[in-house]
């Protein structure tokens, strides 16, 4: 039997995946920020998409879930807020972006 079409899977790949101030030095200067832009694109629009933060040991920081539909570039703003309601702390952070079995990783630094 020869195969004529290929079964979709119901999630978006992901193609590209940036954070901007990297590093995020949050303070009372002039170069200070409050928040982390994520920018990412998606080759497909579908549904599935999941965005984890995770802190130098591995913890679980913050996830999003974003809805993918009509665009193929989005944008996300992290208030710096964690899972727990805290401010994340200095360090070295990773970002995950994940749909299906396409994984697209970046580190980034926040600076207090």
């Known amino acids: 039997m020869i195969a004529t079409?290929?079964?979709?899977?119901?999630?978006?790949?992901?193609?590209?995946?940036?954070?901007?101030?990297?590093?995020?030095?949050?303070?009372s200067n002039s170069r200070s920020s409050s928040s982390l832009q994520?920018?990412?694109?998606?080759s497909e629009r579908k549904e599935r998409l999941t965005i984890e933060i995770f802190n130098i040991k591995g913890q679980l920081v913050q996830v999003f879930n974003p809805e993918v539909s009509g665009e193929r570039?989005?944008?996300i703003f992290w208030d710096l807020n964690t899972i727990h309601g805290r401010q994340a702390g200095s360090?070295?952070?990773?970002?995950r972006m994940v749909a299906g079995d396409e994984v697209l990783n970046r580190k980034f630094m926040i600076v207090r």
């Open 5 to 27: 079409s290929v079964e979709e899977d119901d999630y978006a790949i992901p193609t590209d995946l940036r954070v901007y101030p990297n590093p995020i030095v949050v303070g």
């Open 73 to 75: 570039n989005f944008t």
């Open 38 to 42: 994520i920018d990412f694109q998606i």
């Open 91 to 95: 360090g070295i952070y990773l970002i």
